[in-house]
């Protein structure tokens, strides 16, 4: 496992090791010293001096944290190309999908030349890409590619989902922006872990969505699912739109899951056939609804917005 202790890394870990087969962590120490003692840990920097893996083989490597494609380039050197490889990547490799429902072949995001080296908001996407070539080129074409939407549930650090979750279980009248119809999709990283570890067993290699529901979904269908599950009595949303907002300088940092931008919005339509031909199982919505809120962590959630400035939003509507 390449990043195993923290969130994606740490569900897939839990998952490999409850199916019984040895692992090993590579990571700095800087995190997740004290995670899963049953596991061997080998203290590296992925960006640094690899050569604590040489002469060491591995049935598979499991890489959630590769950025650049320098990376997987450095990984694969370092393992002499070996091993099975699966590389955690991410919907956002898309171009502009046709249409809903779009698999696994949509055309995905141009790679600028030379490639970036910084990652930001814009090449993100671009360099998940270039990742992606360089893992099939580098380990052959057993390798796995799986590429998430939206990750929520425990131990998640951004807390995009949990705000949401936490905000509404407290009841009263929410502020949900934008439009309602707004396509998303979302994948518990419970079910995220059972999946990846499970591809090794069941198909020789390829590229799956991690996604669900299957399209149509929506941010207000999600909304709706979580004041279902954990919304106190007379809990009600109050659709507010997405301009009126932005006048006010409110931003996706404040709402997190919230956009207005229809190509973004487009790649939360993705088919998950081919995933869940493979053995992806999403858990019902609501369960990892309920479940998130059990394990929230006071001292892990980001600031949004805050009350006092949702009761004033709404008060001068």
Known sequence: MIGGTRFVGWHITHAALAAGHDVALLHRGSSGAQEFPEAEHILADRDGDLGVLSGRVFDAVIDVCA?????????????????????VSSTSVYAPPA??????????????EPVPDEVTDVT?????????????RLFGPSTLVVRPTYVVGPRDRLARFDYWVRRIADGGEVLAPGDPDTPMQLID?????????????????????????????????MLDAIVAAVGPAGTSLRWVPSAYLKELGVTGDDLPLWTTD????AVDTASPAA??????????LAQTVRETLAALDPATLTARLSRERERQILAGL
Do not use: I, N
């Open 67 to 87: 950025y650049r494609p320098v990376q997987v380039e450095r990984l694969a050197a370092a393992l002499d190309g070996s091993p099975r490889y699966v590389f």
């Open 99 to 112: 249409a809903p429902g779009f698999d696994e072949s949509s055309p995905v995001l141009a790679v600028p």
């Open 275 to 284: 995933a869940e031909a493979a053995g992806l199982a999403p858990r019902p």
């Open 262 to 265: 229809p190509d973004e919005a």
């Open 189 to 221: 990283v419970r079910d995220l872990g059972t999946f990846t570890v499970g591809l090794l067993g069941r198909v020789d290699g390829g590229t799956f969505h991690a996604v669900s529901p299957a399209p149509p979904f929506t941010f207000g269908a």
């Open 124 to 136: 993100y996407g671009p360099l998940k890409v270039a990742c992606e070539r360089a893992a099939y």
